[in-house]
């Protein structure tokens, strides 16, 4: 087998590496959740600092494609990802005793907090890059949508669990067991993914070790992939769909609560029913990428860009939605809001397994760092999203003096970045290929004086 050339790990491998990306995911909830409360509701400070700390451990994943072009280099992923998971949960855990601090020396708490936040960043960035990178040359291109799609439904299932079981033993809460709750969460973490891990891999060939014997800098292997079209493109669309994507977290339920007069308890039942639909798009692109829904529609090309489309016409649907409010109509919001959720899915579900088709379209040995370029795009659009969403509003608000045409208007702005992501994905590779299609049978242009291996393939994060 060439170097770099993909393995099929199989549905059991595929597990095995879903349940990293749920240990990856069950040390970031808590940090990005519960003690955002903690700090917000216990301890009084402004929502301004949690908020800025959860941005910053996205801002630090800009380092995304340092950590990929690290185990490019190295020629395996594995000491990656567990050393990032080791990074993580001491950041994770260091967050907590930090806020515990906070209530004593508020100060000197958030200076802790802020340097376990870019621990956090730093952790997420090494094992997330390295996993997905380590997906991508496992998994043949007929597995792709369905793989992603486990992974994907196993990381939301972790976060929900986590959050859950966590919550009960959080109870009677105290600061000292909050730390202690963090510390089992993620000790626990760590070593299921560990064991998951034990022999995924198998060792670096031979070949690898001599196939670049003076690594270039890291400088002149991004720029190497920032110049080749495909992955500058889809570097685009990540940003853009994602910024489209997480624009609406945080002015969802305040919309259907203000306009709408929904109670705190209805609009978390919409957000449910929102996450309810993202499910069942993923679930129907993996289907179609199974092939059960016929030839027509497992093309993920068509899926990136149909989903996208109707993401915006869902949120169009929003706009009619508060104009329909305005003027003393009903309007069937929660319809409205799963089919945003459906659509959402569909199209996020499908730009994963075109980053695993992708991957290795160019210079070889540099998959990581297409990978971390991708998911530093991804991790710098939901950093900003969120807040430019809510920032949005409020300044709407105060230059419209109308609520509905606030939030109405950034939901207009939203739709119009989902057109602009779908023209993008449909510029992306070139004819749309089937799910089952041996990308290795594809021409592909190369630089000068180099050669390209079968495919590796890749993925993203969790939120």
């Known amino acids: 087998m060439k170097a770099g050339a993909a393995t099929d790990i199989g549905w059991l491998g595929v597990l095995r590496l879903g349940l990293v990306q749920m240990a990856i995911g069950a040390m970031v909830v808590l940090t990005t959740s519960t003690l955002n409360r903690v700090m917000v509701v216990e301890l009084a400070l402004p929502a301004l600092l949690p908020g800025l700390l959860v941005a910053l451990h996205y801002v630090v994943q800009v380092t995304r494609p340092r950590m990929g072009f690290g ?5 395996r992923r594995t000491p990656w990802i567990v050393g990032g998971l080791a990074v993580l949960g001491l950041g994770a855990v260091g967050a907590a005793a930090a806020t515990f601090w906070m209530a004593s020396a508020p100060m000197a708490g958030i200076a802790l907090a802020v340097g376990c936040f870019v621990l956090i960043g730093c952790g997420v960035s090494a094992a997330g890059t390295n996993l997905l990178v380590l997906l991508a040359k496992s998994v ?4 792709r949508a369905p793989a992603a799609t486990i992974v994907w439904m196993m990381m939301i299932f972790g976060l929900a669990f986590t959050a859950v079981m966590a919550g009960k033993l959080l109870d009677p809460f105290s600061p000292a067991r909050m730390v202690a709750v963090m510390a089992g969460v993620c000790g626990l ?34 720029a190497q992939v920032w110049a080749e079209p495909e992955a500058r493109r889809f570097t685009v669309f990540i940003f853009v769909s994602m910024l489209a994507f ?5 002015i969802l339920e305040p919309f259907a609560g203000s306009i709408f007069g929904w109670t705190p308890g209805q609009t978390t039942q919409l957000s449910g029913l929102q996450h309810g639909g993202v499910l069942a798009g993923m679930v129907m692109v993996a289907v ?16 990136a860009v149909g989903g996208c489309i109707a993401s915006g016409l869902a949120l169009l649907g929003l706009v009619a939605a508060g104009g329909a409010a305005a003027a003393g109509r009903s309007w069937p919001l929660a319809a409205n809001v799963f089919v945003l959720g459906l659509a959402n899915g569909a199209f996020s579900i499908a730009a994963i397994a075109s980053m695993m088709r992708l991957a ?5 040995r540099r998959e990581g760092v297409r990978i971390g370029l991708w998911g530093a795009a991804q991790a710098l659009a939901f950093g900003l999203g969120g807040m430019l969403g809510a920032g949005a509003s409020d300044l709407a608000r105060w230059l419209l ?4 045409a606030a939030y109405t208007s950034v939901f207009a702005a939203e739709a119009l970045l989902f057109v602009f992501a779908a023209v993008l994905a449909a510029r992306i590779g070139g004819p749309a290929p089937a799910v089952t299609t041996d990308s ?24």
């Open 246 to 250: 997480s624009a609406q977290d945080l």
């Open 288 to 303: 179609a990428g199974a092939g059960l829904l016929g030839r027509r529609l497992r093309t993920l090309r068509g899926w």
């Open 401 to 404: 003096g109308s609520p509905v």
């Open 440 to 463: 290795s049978s594809r021409p592909v242009a190369q630089p000068p004086g180099h050669t390209r291996t079968e495919p590796a393939v890749a993925l993203g994060q969790p939120r």
């Open 140 to 143: 043949p291109e007929a597995r």
């Open 71 to 75: 185990s490019d280099m190295g020629g």
């Open 189 to 222: 973490a760590f070593v299921v993914a560990v064991l998951a891990l034990f022999g995924v891999e198998g060792r670096r060939p031979r070949a690898a070790e001599a196939a670049e014997a003076a690594p270039p800098p890291f400088r002149q292997a991004l």
């Open 360 to 364: 290795a379209e160019g210079r070889e």
